[in-house]
Structure formats: structure tokens, C-alpha cells
């Protein structure tokens, strides 16, 4: 019977070089994130080992040249924000790199044309709490700091700093105008708590130019691959 192989197979810049076929028992995404990024151009390979690299946070293979023929096992060591970015490049076919969850939340915004329902719109209570729970520490920290700031700032009034537990109630309580802050927080991955409303037009002034610079980069990467042969 055959069985799910120790080690992945070569890479191959021809795209030629497949793992064997998965022992059904050991699960259809045994080797996946291997195979797409054989399959993928050699920019998004690129992008793909570049993240991995520069990635802001800790991890195993931070500041570290992962051999290709390990992509799999970086893959499956790497942090939820990070896999994510990670599922976005190669889903997406992106030639660039990212360093940040906030990064990809914001390209993606960006690249939809959501940018501006973002900046406007409060999300229900129940998707609220699923996104600040499914969101890394620093950005909850954010939510949880605005929380008290907004009220101590731009409202004139102290609250008992907000924890975790507590986030669904303070989000109900909040103005309509507070939710659509913390809302917006969530979906740029934001990490600086906002503390009244000329803060957040800074902010949101902030995230159009790191996206505007963004895509520039994009456009100079897309040249740079093009002279290089890499397409």
C-alpha cells in the first residue's frame, strides 16, 4: 500500500516535479501546499518564500531561507495570520510579497474596492465577535484600548478597561459611530487604538497611502519579474 513519503518532492522550476499520490488515510492536504506552489509561476514562488522570510512576527522560519523542497513544513508551522497571507498569495496568484496580516487585510480591501465599506460600515455583533476572536493579539489589544480611549476622549468620560470576556457587551453598548471604528480596526488589522474621530480620519488617511505605495511596489515587482524572465 502506499504510503504518504517522508520528505516532499524536488523542486522544479518546470513545474514537472509532483509528490506521489496520498494515502486517502493520511488526508487529501497532505502535501497540498506543495503541490500549488510547484504549480504556481515562479514570481508567486517568489512572494511565497519572501513572506515567509521577512514575516513581521516570530515563527520557526523567520529570517530564514526556507529551502524549497520544504515549503510543506514551513507551511504547516506557520502561524494562523501568516498561513493566511499565505493562502491569499497563492489563491490569488500574487507576485509580491507581505510582512503583516495588516498588509494583506488592507491589499485585499483595497484590490475589492471594499475600502470605503470598511471605513463606514459596523459589523453585526455576532461577526464582531467572530472576527476580534479570530484576530492576532496586538490588533484585539487595539480594539479593547479604543474601547476605553473613545470613551475617555472623545466622549469625556472613564470606563473600566474592557476585557476579552466583556468585548460582545461593549461593542452593544457602544455609539454607532465607536462600532464602525473597532469594526474598521478588525478588518484593516489595524494595531493602534483609535482614540477619537481626527485620529481615525488620520488612520484611515494612513492605510490609502501604505495601500497607494503598496501597489506602486506591486507595479515596480510586476516590471522588475518581467526583465528578470521570471514570466
Not at 518564500?49 to 530564514?64: A, S
Not at 487604538?193 to 510586476?222: D, G, L, W
Request: hydrophobic residues 40%; negative net charge.
Amino acid at each position: 500500500m502506499p504510503q504518504v513519503p517522508s520528505q516532499p518532492p524536488p523542486y522544479s522550476i518546470e513545474c514537472s516535479s509532483f509528490p506521489p499520490p496520498i494515502q486517502a488515510s493520511a488526508g487529501s492536504d497532505a502535501w497540498a501546499f506543495q503541490r500549488a506552489f510547484e504549480s504556481a509561476r515562479e514570481p508567486v514562488r517568489w512572494a511565497i518564500l519572501t513572506t515567509m522570510r521577512c514575516w513581521e512576527n516570530e515563527w520557526t522560519f523567520k529570517d530564514v531561507e526556507v529551502p524549497r523542497e520544504r515549503i510543506q513544513d514551513a507551511y504547516d508551522e506557520s502561524p494562523p495570520d501568516l498561513k493566511a497571507t499565505l493562502d491569499h498569495i497563492m489563491k490569488h496568484r500574487l507576485p509580491f510579497y507581505f510582512l503583516s496580516e495588516g498588509d494583506r487585510r488592507c491589499h485585499d480591501l483595497y484590490r475589492t474596492g471594499r475600502m470605503e465599506e470598511a471605513e463606514t460600515t459596523a459589523l453585526s455583533t455576532e461577526n464582531f465577535v467572530r472576527e476580534f476572536n479570530s484576530a492576532v493579539e496586538v490588533v484585539r489589544a487595539a480594539v479593547l484600548k479604543t474601547f476605553d480611549d473613545w470613551a475617555f476622549y472623545e466622549e469625556h468620560r472613564e470606563i473600566s478597561p474592557v476585557p476579552e470576556a466583556n468585548v460582545a457587551q461593549a461593542y452593544i453598548a457602544a455609539c454607532d459611530e465607536l462600532r464602525i471604528v473597532v469594526s474598521w480596526i478588525l478588518a484593516t488589522g489595524w494595531i493602534v487604538p483609535v482614540f477619537n474621530r481626527k485620529a481615525f480620519e488620520h488612520y484611515q488617511s494612513c492605510v490609502h497611502r501604505i495601500c497607494q505605495n503598496h501597489v506602486t511596489a506591486h507595479i515596480e515587482i510586476h516590471a522588475m519579474n518581467r526583465l528578470e524572465g521570471m514570466y
